[in-house]
């Protein structure tokens, strides 16, 4: 048995240092500490020695003078180029001055009451804020990962860090978000060389963006209409950043989803308003299909070179003849080139179809249904490389209703009703990585979520709106050229009325006898077994 007797306690020998080596360490291990604060931030050093310098010299003057002659260069850079102004002066000090007296201050709060602290051999380790970058609209926050986090941990909680630092959208990148700019002239080499350590792979760091002010929370007029379309960058919306989303068209597909009333249709026009220039000349033919019946095409009906607004015959021929340009360019460019490149001759063709749902799932008829579904199969599947492309606009994502979801390419999500339809327009985990599309307030008409080429985060932009009055003067501007149908000597058939609609074969009325009777009572009076 041990009693307390028996313990044995030991304690480290203490050493009794005298007062002035106390304060001699804590003095060498805060100038240590002073010095190295200076060589990691040398532009306020050397600010705060030049401005000490200036104001022992010169009294007050010494530093009043520089301070309005700096604000007076600074005001007229701004104004005469506000890009470079904000990229290479205001944007630094203010993230700087952001990363001090916003971020710094709340940051261990923010980063462990939002879930990403993590805890090592009795320790609370933190992520590391390395860089702050602000522009107009949007911070840049660089962050170091702690050992062991990965990207997804931070977009799994990107809407706690956008409150815990009192904004309302933030999105969460794991590659840098800026692509490094186009270097030319003499010193190219030599930036493009800085370049590459600046937006160099960093897979440690994750970049947090927070927007500071909503640019999405104006209207967003319509773009000019360039003369000569590139439909690899097609300008359609604003981005947070202010900057302009371009749509890469070619050999791609685009579906819109977003439910009604949300601005499916500034998306399609902002489109079709891009395409201007080559409708009328005739780069470009657009083959539209409004199952709505007149609602929302018709004003621009002089930019179409096909329209099917009124009957689902004349939806189900134009789809059909969608097919034959495809076979027929199939057949003629098999082994010539792997895509097609549209010109007068062989224009792009863009089959516009708004509420696909009416197409797809709610139309009645079911051999035509069929038709159409085999058509749109056709397309989707092998139309992109030979210039015939589909842009699809629906309120109801699901596979029930649009079965051909996964054969678009390209996808734009609006403000859709339930956040399981955000990964269905945009792709599994579209939603986690910030794509809140479900969440979009009551104002954000036209304002939508689309993935950038090459990174898998969603960004969120402002699509233009185009108004009545833009789409007159437009048909009045970029008419299809007279022979516009005629692309596969189909003139006409679409200039034509539409043909009515075939009713629908009804069963005979009579009396409800069962099969087996009336094939006995057919049998009786010489008819054909049924
Ligand atoms: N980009 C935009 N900017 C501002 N307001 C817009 C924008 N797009 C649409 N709106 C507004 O939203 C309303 C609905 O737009 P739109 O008809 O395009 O929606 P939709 O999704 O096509 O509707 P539906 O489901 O009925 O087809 C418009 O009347 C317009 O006032």
Not at 233 to 240: D, F, G, I, Q, S
Request: net charge positive.
């Amino acid at each position: 048995m041990t009693s307390a007797g028996d313990l044995l306690i030991a304690r480290p020998k203490r050493f009794e240092l005298p007062v002035w080596a106390v304060l001699l360490g804590l003095l060498l291990r805060w100038s240590w500490r002073a010095a190295w604060w200076c060589l990691r931030h040398p532009v306020a050093t050397g600010t705060a020695a030049l401005a000490l310098t200036l104001y022992v010299e010169y009294d007050w003057p010494g530093l009043v003078v520089p301070v309005v002659l700096l604000s007076a260069a600074s005001a007229v850079w701004r104004w005469r180029h506000e890009s470079s102004w904000w990229a290479w002066l205001a944007g630094p000090l203010l993230g700087s001055l952001r990363r001090v007296f916003v971020y710094r201050r709340v940051w261990r709060e923010a980063m462990t009451l939002c879930g990403l602290a993590a805890t090592y051999d009795h320790r609370t380790v933190l992520p590391e804020l390395l860089a702050v970058r602000s522009d107009q609209a949007l911070d840049v926050l660089t962050v170091r990962m702690v050992r062991g986090q990965t990207p997804e941990e931070f977009q799994n909680v990107t809407a706690n860090l956008a409150y815990a630092f009192g904004r309302r959208h933030a999105r969460v990148y794991s590659e840098c978000p800026d692509e490094p700019p186009t270097r030319s002239g003499r010193l190219g080499w030599l930036l493009r060389a800085v370049d590459r350590v600046r937006f160099r792979d960093r897979p440690t760091v994750v970049y947090l963006v927070l927007v500071r002010t909503d640019a999405l929370r104006t209207v967003v007029p319509p773009f000019p209409v360039p003369t000569v379309p590139d439909f690899t960058a097609l300008a359609l919306a604003r981005r947070e950043d202010l900057r302009t989303w371009s749509l890469h068209l070619l050999a791609t597909h685009v579906l819109v989803g977003g439910a009604t009333r949300r601005g499916k249709g500034s998306v399609l026009w902002s489109l079709v308003r891009a395409l201007g220039g080559g409708i009328a000349s005739g780069l470009v033919r657009l083959w539209v299909i409004d199952p709505k019946g007149w609602m929302e095409f018709a004003i621009g009906r002089p930019m179409f070179a096909r329209f099917a607004c009124k009957s689902f015959e004349a939806m189900a021929d134009l789809l059909d003849e969608a097919v034959e340009v495809l076979r027929e360019r199939q057949t003629r460019l098999a082994g010539v080139v792997r895509v097609h490149t549209p010109t007068e001759a062989d224009p792009l063709v863009v089959v516009v179809i708004d509420e696909m749902a009416a197409l797809t799932a709610y139309l009645q008829d079911a051999d035509l249904r069929k038709r159409i579904a085999s058509s749109l199969g056709l397309l989707l599947s092998q139309g992109a490389g030979v210039g015939v492309l589909v842009v699809a606009a629906l309120q109801d994502p699901r596979k029930e209703v649009l079965p051909f979801r996964d054969l678009f390419p390209t996808r734009i999500a609006l403000g859709l009703t339930e956040a399981s339809q955000v990964d269905m327009v945009l792709g599994d985990g579209a939603r986690n990585r910030g794509a809140l599309a479900d969440q979009m307030p009551r104002w954000a008409k036209g304002v939508g979520y689309v993935i950038l080429d090459g990174t898998p985060e969603p960004i969120r932009v402002r699509f233009s709106y185009v108004t009545d009055d833009d789409i007159r003067a437009m048909a009045v501007q970029h008419p299809a050229p007279v022979d516009a149908a005629d692309i596969l000597a189909q003139v006409g058939r679409e200039t034509a009325t539409e043909p009515a609609r075939v009713p629908l074969p009804r069963r005979p009325s009579g009396p409800l006898l069962p099969e087996s009777l009336r094939n006995l009572l057919d049998r009786d009076n010489g008819g054909e077994r049924r």
